[in-house]
């Protein structure tokens, strides 16, 4: 699918943003990615890692950085890269709105290494970050038995250690 032309804006994350981010609902299989309600105290408390993604002043999405956030329980993480993840609103996945968004916030960062982690179901964003640059660096199982990817990206280029495929 084509890159959509979207123009949007970072802010900080607002208690109001947290508590609407943690009420939408996903379809099956990503689901997954549903926060609920019970999770507000705790993004809350992180709440300076997150930033809204607007556009024209409506909530679309949020971007967060830091390992408090972004790292999954039972990954590998060696120090060094910045660890970021995204979220797009329920009603604007799958409608080629993610590659030019994270495209424009990647191109807002100054960091040498990236990293993020998603969920090895989830093929639409693994697509996405391996068409922004990102690869392959590790393979886990969560504690919920839910198996992720580890992705890095590199602002100089791929390093040859990180394989362009999955081992």
């Not at 105290?41 to 556009?55: F, G, S, V």
Request: aromatic share 12%.
């Amino acid at each position: 699918m084509p890159a959509t032309p979207l123009t949007a804006s970072l802010r900080p994350l607002t208690g109001a943003d947290a508590a609407q981010i943690c009420r939408w609902h996903y379809p099956p299989p990503y689901h997954f990615y549903d926060l609920g309600e019970e999770v507000l105290p705790e993004l809350l408390r992180w709440i300076a890692h997150y930033q809204a993604i607007t556009r024209q002043s409506e909530l679309i999405g949020f971007f967060a950085t830091g390992k408090e956030v972004c790292q999954i329980p039972g990954g590998r993480y060696p120090e060094g890269p910045l660890d970021i993840g995204i979220g797009l609103r329920p009603d604007l996945t799958g409608r080629g709105l993610g590659e030019p968004l994270l495209r424009q916030i990647l191109a807002g960062l100054r960091e040498p290494r990236l990293r993020l982690t998603v969920a090895e179901f989830n093929a639409r964003a693994i697509t996405v970050y391996h068409r922004l640059g990102f690869r392959w660096a590790g393979r886990f199982v969560s504690s919920q038995q839910v198996p992720f990817w580890i992705m890095e990206r590199y602002a100089g280029g791929y390093e040859p250690d990180v394989p362009d495929q999955p081992a």
